[in-house]
């Protein structure tokens, strides 16, 4: 019985193996589709809570994102480059730029102790209260200080304040301040050039910024900074300038402006060796490290954007271009009687009456009438073309702006009128460089050499304009002007020989000339017997005593006589009588 029953058991095992073993086919297949729809769900289950995830912190935790871009960033910075420096021909520094901060504030990095921010308010200049009071009011980015030197800015950050920042910038300092401001011009808060020097040589004295890469993290910690590119400094500028003689010329400038309250005074000062422009000095001017109500009146270079009426200074080109046609001689008597002139119905006239004079008295005396008559004696064209050959009516070569050229109509636009009064500088104009320019043919041996701002390392040749025969004679005749026995003799310098002509202009207004506005000139050679500059000054309605004998004669005076002493050149013989034909021997 007992092993009947075991079979049976083992039986009833096998057959349940056999059904499991073959299972319906149909129930398998469905099996497996459950299996991959619960997969394919739970895959897009998990999709699209991802979607959901980033359309929330795309859209919906904007202040998150904010405040994670915060608190770590990374940027490219511009690094300044040093602007080129502006040196005199002894290398004496006219302009150079010093590296400076401008301290920024984050706002909500900005987290100072109270001790921080009293020993930043000590380093700054300011009281912890204003800059806190700023803190609390700024929701952007500002600034707290600016101007701060190397120096300062390295305890600043030693005191590790989070949210301060450091921008890097260049200050332009003028040594000489008003003296060279004229001239250098100024710089923009960008360090462009917006006049003079730094204007013209704007693309030479600036630098080339670099570029870095930096990583900021919590606490405004810069690290993994990266220099991209270096920036590289501008390059130098070398003037033909001497900062000595361009101070002392504007110290007498400053001193004659005050003296005859005159609207302006504007001083040329050339070395007739080499064409050299040493100093080109205007008053008023301003101060170009303090850039409050600046006007264009003080900014501009009267001595090259201003043209006059040159007057008498005007009458040696005209004397010099006889005697160089052989119309004239020293000697030659012209007679000015009646002290006037009546040419097409207009009179000209003397201030007062001078008779007969020589060709050297008429300068000496600076007769118009006399001037004319020797002017009438050439044909307008060759008049037209001497003063062209001399740089009138065309702005002088100088590498700045606002060059005035003047005014020299066509010769086939004159009448007789206009050919007489152009002879004595009415009815013509010019600025001050190019009157300068034009004497150096009398300082040198007729030939015109062109004023320069660079330095020259050695005398040139320049345009012949007059034979050196007639220049001799000329200067001769301008030495006798500024002696006892002409106009300009308050320019005389002690020790010294002199040359020059005096020059007194009413200013044209309205198609005719002013009754009480006058400019008072002179142009000047020093010394005689070895030129070495010519001085152009002009003033610019002095107020009482007005002509060019009492207000800019004795301003060539002092300049001259300082100039030849800084030289250390040899006086003269004690001065001696001029014979009355002025002839050099």
């Not at 073993?21 to 897009?44: A, C, G, Y």
């Not at 770590?72 to 690094?79: A, G, K, L, N, V």
């Not at 706002?107 to 700054?124: A, M, V, W, Y």
């Not at 003079?196 to 693309?203: K, L, N, P, T, W």
């Amino acid at each position: 019985m007992s092993i009947h029953h075991s079979n049976l058991n083992s039986r009833s095992k096998k057959r349940r193996v056999l059904t499991h073993s073959f299972k319906n086919p149909i129930q398998t297949w469905q099996s497996t589709v459950w299996r991959s729809r619960i997969i394919i769900l739970m895959l897009m289950t998990g999709f699209l809570a991802v979607l959901i995830r980033a359309f929330y912190l795309q859209h919906l935790d904007v202040d998150t994102w904010k405040k994670r871009a915060i608190t770590r960033y990374t940027e490219t910075q511009p690094i300044p480059a040093a602007r080129g420096k502006i040196l005199d021909r002894n290398g004496e520094i006219l302009a150079v730029s010093t590296l400076e901060y401008k301290i920024g504030i984050v706002p909500n990095r900005f987290r100072p102790t109270l001790e921080q921010i009293q020993d930043l308010g000590k380093l700054i200049g300011k009281k912890p209260k204003e800059i806190l009071n700023k803190h609390q009011k700024s929701k952007k980015y500002f600034y707290i200080s600016s101007g701060v030197k190397p120096n300062v800015k390295n305890k600043i950050q030693a005191i590790g304040i989070s949210g301060v920042e450091f921008e890097q910038k260049y200050q332009r300092n003028y040594p000489f301040k008003e003296a060279f401001s004229t001239l250098l011009g100024l710089t923009s808060e960008k360090d462009k050039g917006l006049d003079g020097v730094e204007f013209a040589f704007d693309d030479q004295l600036k630098g080339v910024e670099g570029l870095r890469f930096i990583h900021v993290e919590r606490g405004n910690v810069a690290f993994d900074e990266k220099i991209l590119k270096k920036p590289a400094p501008g390059n130098d500028v070398h003037l033909s300038i001497d900062a000595d003689m361009q101070s002392m010329v504007y110290k007498n400038v400053l001193i004659a402006k005050q003296k005859h309250r005159a609207k302006s005074v504007s001083v040329v000062v050339v070395d007739s060796r080499t064409g050299d422009i040493l100093a080109m000095v205007n008053a008023p001017a301003f101060d170009p490290e303090n850039r409050k109500n600046l006007s264009l009146d003080a900014i501009r270079n009267r001595t090259v954007t201003d043209s006059f009426e040159p007057g008498s200074t005007f009458k040696p080109f005209i004397i010099a271009a006889a005697l160089d046609r052989g119309l004239v001689e020293p000697l030659t008597n012209i007679d000015t009687s009646p002290g006037y002139i009546k040419l097409n119905g207009e009179t000209l006239r003397d201030f007062k009456p001078f008779g007969v004079l020589s060709v050297s008295d008429v300068l000496a005396k600076s007769s118009n009438v006399g001037t004319v008559r020797v002017a009438l004696k050439l044909s307008p064209s060759h008049m037209y073309e001497y003063y062209q050959t001399l740089g009138f009516g065309k702005p002088p070569n100088l590498p700045l702006g606002g060059l005035a050229k003047g005014k020299l109509s066509s010769w086939k636009n004159w009448d007789a009128v206009t050919r007489a009064t152009i002879s004595y500088g009415h009815g013509v104009s010019v600025s001050l460089a190019q009157l300068a320019q034009a004497y150096t043919v009398f300082a040198r041996e007729g030939d015109l050499i062109p004023i320069s701002l660079f330095k020259k390392n050695f005398q040139r040749r320049g345009i012949q304009v007059f034979s050196y025969e007639s220049v001799k004679s000329v200067r001769s005749m301008l030495e006798r002007a500024s002696s006892s026995l002409g106009t300009g003799v308050k320019a005389q310098v002690d020790g010294f020989r002199i040359a020059g002509k005096t020059g007194t202009a009413q200013k044209a207004e309205n198609g005719g000339y002013s009754k009480n506005r006058y400019i008072a000139s002179f142009v000047g050679i020093a010394p005689v017997d070895k030129p070495r500059f010519v001085i152009a000054i002009m003033v610019d309605e002095p107020k009482g005593i007005r002509s060019g004998g009492q207000v800019a004669a004795p301003i060539f005076s002092k300049i001259a006589g300082d100039a030849l002493r800084r030289l250390q050149m040899s006086p003269n013989q004690p001065n001696q009588v001029l014979p009355k034909t002025a002839l050099l021997k």
